[in-house]
């Protein structure tokens, strides 16, 4: 049996993917499609869905029982907002909805 967290790159990074939403699920992975594809598979089989999606350091970055994005201050540096997507069953793309636009999450993220 290994220790292998297979959602690990080599310089230790990952991508965290939230689900929109107090009750919201949450993934890692190597890369960023298949992070919110599994943090929506885990929310449940109803669609479209939201998610947010980092790349971020990987054992010290994580999501809280509300649902926000926790990290260590000395690794504010390393945590990049890649964007707000919605997914259906066959596609993802950045989110257009009124609530929350992949633009205003990259502002809200970037600024």
Known sequence: MTNTKD???PNGGTFLASTAGIHGTW???TDPVTAARNA???FGS???QFVQVWYCPTD???ITGMGCLSWHSE???RVIPIGFFK???SSITPS???RLTHESFQKDWCN
Do not use: G
Request: glycine share 0%.
């Open 75 to 77: 690794d504010a540096d």
């Open 60 to 62: 010290r970055t994580s």
């Open 87 to 89: 997914l259906t069953r």
């Open 27 to 29: 993934a890692k992975a």
């Open 7 to 9: 959602w690990v790159l």
């Open 96 to 98: 257009n909805d009124e």
């Open 40 to 42: 929506a598979k885990a």
């Open 46 to 48: 109803s669609y479209p």
